[in-house]
């Protein structure tokens, strides 16, 4: 089927997740499951943008000297009114005097004896209002909102400590394979060093989850059995990593077909055509690919929006893994029949346009692939790109 009706299913067959209060020092990647209202004006009270005097415009022609009546700080008790004929000494974020409508910086200026001489003309905008920024009672941030630096630094800002955020959904994985070995241990005839639950445990934290990594299990239905029953009582989410495709021994697929619910399996995608989606023991499931570049394609284009579905937030609001960018290549790529092509390219910034270079090969067993790239391709089904041509392509974050 097509990416986007794997999408619909998967989105059909969702979860709730719960909520928790977290304080803002702890809530980076976290989202929220509340909308969050300011509880002061931003700012909080008129205030200088800048060193320099604070007085009536109307005073101010170059030459002029007025007399200086005091100092606002920050933080310190509002100064006395500023009349005619008078400046007030005022520190950046300072309380506007009374009286006084613009800022003269402080390089514009000159003081002697009681007095600042007036060099330029003073500015009205270096004045920040009240409330200028945001207003009390004001939703500043909304659910599904993932906090990010400037999220939490505007929450504290609006006086906000605590904040609810969705729960992180736990997120058990599962990789098979006989011929796999963790890669602490000494290579056997026949074998390679699993790597794929590595990568997609890093994936889920990325993404805001909490991967519980199994480590690979052997081609056998009785432990898959086991492991499954296991990851089923502690999970929100099973991914599995191999045995989906058509072989003997792939026995993801055999045992979901004789003891789970397959709700699709196989998707129109190059790399990573042969996923599947499920339940087991009414826990969702994603098989993926057991190619190390298809597991982490199908991850980027299928898992990652169900998990920002069930977190409650979606591509514009949650966690991104890529942004959708055009692009001109400098190479020409080959599409796939009847399916979406995600071809490993490199992106940068060429005579103020963003291009797009391949640089080895691309095979879906090659992860290096995916580290001297940047970027994935998408090509529509039946599509070659050409050098100098203009594609849609996902930029790697």
């Known amino acids: 089927m097509t990416l986007d009706r794997a999408l619909e299913i998967s989105y059909s067959n969702s979860i709730e997740l719960k909520t928790e209060k977290t304080t803002i020092d702890k809530a980076l990647g976290r989202i929220l499951s509340e909308d969050i209202i300011s509880h002061v004006n931003d700012p909080i009270f008129d205030n200088s943008a800048m060193d320099g005097w604070a007085v009536r415009i109307e005073d101010c022609k170059i030459g002029s000297r007025l007399k200086i009546i005091g100092t606002s700080q920050a933080g310190k008790n509002s100064p006395q009114t500023v009349s005619k004929g008078e400046a007030c000494r005022i520190m950046t974020g300072a309380p506007i005097p009374k009286g006084a409508n613009s ?35 004001q939703t500043i941030l909304q659910s599904g909102t993932v906090l990010n630096p400037p999220e939490i630094s505007l929450a504290a800002t609006s006086g906000n400590w605590e904040v609810n955020v969705v729960k992180k959904p736990i997120v058990s994985i599962i990789s098979t394979g006989d011929e796999l070995t963790h890669p602490s241990s000494e290579l056997n005839e026949g074998e390679i060093f699993e790597s794929n639950s590595f990568g997609l445990t890093a994936l889920i934290d990325k993404i805001g989850g909490k991967a519980e990594n199994f480590g690979h299990i052997s081609d056998s239905l009785e432990d898959l059995r086991n492991t499954l029953n296991l990851a089923s009582e502690k999970s929100d989410l099973i991914i599995t990593s191999g045995g989906v495709s058509m ?28 996923p599947l989606f499920g339940t087991w023991n009414n826990t969702p499931i994603f098989g993926l690919p057991g190619n190390p570049v298809s597991s982490h394609v199908v991850f980027i284009t299928l898992v990652a929006p169900w998990i920002n579905r069930i977190m409650g937030t979606d591509e514009h609001k949650g966690a991104r893994l890529g942004n959708k960018v055009k692009i001109r290549l400098k190479n020409p790529v080959k599409g796939a029949p009847g399916k979406i092509c995600m071809r490993r390219i490199f992106i940068q910034l060429e005579d103020d346009e963003l291009v797009g270079y391949v640089k080895t090969h691309q095979g879906s067993g090659n992860i290096n692939s995916l580290v001297t790239h940047n ?8 599509t070659d790109g050409s050098i100098g041509q203009v594609i849609d392509a996902i930029w790697l974050n």
């Open 375 to 382: 970027a994935l391709t998408l090509l529509p089904p039946n």
């Open 247 to 274: 072989g003997e021994w792939d026995l993801v697929r055999k045992i979901m077909e004789e003891e789970g619910e397959i709700k699709f399996w196989k998707i129109k995608l190059r790399p990573g055509g042969p």
């Open 103 to 137: 800022i003269l910086i402080i390089e514009k200026s000159e003081e002697d004896n009681g007095f600042v001489t007036i060099l330029d003309n003073p500015k009205p905008n270096y004045i920040r209002k009240k409330g200028e920024n945001i207003t009390i009672g």
